[in-house]
């Protein structure tokens, strides 16, 4: 192995991603690899040889057509806003105002529970979740994180074109 050549990790499954880089450094055994992570992003790393495989040429980067959240979150058709919703949620009937809005971003399992049962058959929890979406709240709202209530929101039907 030498300085210049271009190497794949050696992946221990086929569940791992596939990593391509170019040698920096070379050492007593290992290799410094620039790793491509992206077309205008790389990560650096010491790797031992016997993870690497020297190969000819680097694959072409394919970047997956996302959208930012701001552009998706736009075209959701949003229900006419209801301003007093979080009057009739279970946690503001029931005086829980931790659960209102909880601001950690991931919460421990054991808030998580606390969180769910405070949520679970809320007449407004849809609501709640999807100002949370709008509003681009942090936390725990409509029953679900911050991480949660993404994935929920792609599921959304768009605005008519």
Not at 3 to 30: A, M, S, Y
Not at 137 to 151: F, I
């Amino acid at each position: 192995m030498k300085v210049g050549d271009l190497v794949e990790w050696v992946r221990p499954n086929e569940n791992f991603r596939r990593w391509f880089g170019k040698v920096v450094q070379v050492g007593v055994g290992t290799a410094y690899i620039d790793w491509t992570v992206s077309k205008n992003r790389i990560k650096s790393k010491w790797e031992p040889f016997k993870d690497l495989m020297v190969i000819d040429s680097l694959p072409e980067i394919e970047m997956p057509n996302k959208r930012r959240n701001k552009d998706f979150l736009e075209d959701i058709d949003y229900p006419a806003i209801y301003t007093d919703w979080h009057m009739d949620g279970n946690c503001y009937a029931n005086g829980a105002k931790e659960f209102v809005g909880y601001s950690t971003a991931k919460p421990t399992a054991k808030i998580r529970v606390k969180l769910e049962q405070a949520c679970k058959g809320c007449p407004v929890m849809i609501i709640c979740r999807g100002e949370a979406v709008r509003t681009g709240s942090v936390g725990w709202w409509g029953g679900m994180d911050e991480p949660d209530r993404m994935s929920w929101a792609r599921t959304l039907p768009l605005k008519a074109s």
